[in-house]
C-alpha cells in the first residue's frame, strides 16, 4: 500500500511538472507567502499596509497562505485600481485606500505605465530591466494625486495596533520612507523590494536600503527571490523583510 501511495504522488507530481507548475507542501521554505504569513504571526501583526498594490495578488496570496488580519492597499494605476477594488470588496477586513501613489510629498505625480502593469514606476526604467523582461517596457503614463504615508495613515492606525509596511513600487522605495517617518517610528515590521543592480534611474542601491532600514532599529529577517533575468539566470531583485527584533509580541 505504502509503494502505490509513493507511486501515486509522484505521479501526480509529474503530470503537474508537465503543465509547468510545481507541487509543494506548505512550509516557510517552500512557500514565500507562508513565511510572509509566518513573520506577521511573529511578531503579532494586526494591519498590513500593501502599498503599491496592483491589483491585489500580494494580498491574495497572503489570504491563502493563512493570513487572516486587516489590510489596507494603496495603488495609484486605474486600470488596477479597478481590479483591486473588485477583488477587495468581499473581504471585510480589506480596505482599499482612495486611488493615490505615496511618495515623500502632498501632490501630484506622473507615473510610468508598463506593458505588464507591476513593473510601473514613477521611474524612468533602464535597460536591464526591460532587456530582462521585454514585456515591461513603457506604454504610457498617467498623472495621479500623491501624497506622504504620514498623510494618510491616521485614520487606521491607534496605539494598540501592530503595523507592518509592505512597500512594491519599483524603485521608489526612498522615497516613500522620507514621507513615511513618522509612520516608521511605530512599524513592526518592512518588506520591499532590494534591486542588485540597478533597474530603475534614481532607485537607491541595496546596500544604502540595509543600512537605512537599519539605521531606523530593523533587522534584515528573510530573503526571498524576486525577478531573475531567464538570459542567464541572473538575481536581479529580491524581496526583504524587516522586523525590529526583540519586538515580536
Not at 501515486?8 to 509543494?24: D, H, M, R
Not at 473588485?86 to 505615496?102: F, L, N, P, T
Not at 495613515?153 to 520612507?177: C, H
Request: glycine content about 8%; aromatic content about 10%.
Amino acid at each position: 500500500m505504502r509503494s502505490l501511495d509513493l507511486f501515486v504522488k509522484n505521479t501526480i507530481k509529474k503530470f503537474i511538472s508537465a503543465t509547468g507548475f510545481s507541487l509543494n507542501r506548505l512550509t516557510s521554505v517552500a512557500n514565500p507567502a507562508y513565511q510572509q504569513k509566518k513573520c506577521l504571526d511573529s511578531f503579532g501583526v494586526d494591519l498590513v499596509f500593501d502599498i503599491g498594490a496592483n491589483k491585489g495578488q500580494y494580498v491574495t496570496e497572503l489570504r491563502s497562505a493563512g493570513y487572516s488580519g486587516h489590510v489596507v492597499s494603496f495603488e495609484p494605476l486605474s486600470d488596477a485600481y479597478t481590479v483591486l477594488s473588485k477583488v477587495a470588496q468581499y473581504d471585510s477586513r480589506w480596505r482599499v485606500h482612495e486611488r493615490c501613489a505615496i511618495g515623500d510629498a502632498d501632490g501630484t505625480i506622473n507615473i510610468n505605465i508598463a506593458g505588464n502593469s507591476v513593473s510601473s514606476s514613477v521611474l524612468p526604467m533602464l535597460d536591464s530591466h526591460s532587456d530582462a523582461a521585454p514585456g515591461s517596457s513603457y506604454v504610457g503614463s498617467e498623472s495621479v494625486p500623491q501624497f506622504m504615508l504620514d498623510s494618510v495613515v491616521n485614520e487606521y492606525i491607534s496605539p494598540e495596533i501592530r503595523y507592518f509596511l509592505k512597500i512594491d513600487t519599483q524603485g521608489y522605495e526612498s522615497a516613500i520612507l522620507s514621507g513615511a517617518k513618522q509612520t516608521l517610528q511605530g512599524a513592526v515590521g518592512i518588506q520591499l523590494e532590494l534591486s542588485l543592480i540597478p533597474l530603475y534611474e534614481g532607485q537607491n542601491d541595496w546596500r544604502e536600503m540595509i543600512s537605512w532600514l537599519e539605521s531606523e532599529g530593523f533587522t534584515l529577517w528573510a530573503l526571498q527571490r524576486g525577478f531573475t533575468d531567464p538570459r542567464n539566470g541572473r538575481t536581479l531583485q529580491v524581496d526583504a523583510l524587516f522586523f525590529r527584533v526583540g519586538d515580536n509580541g
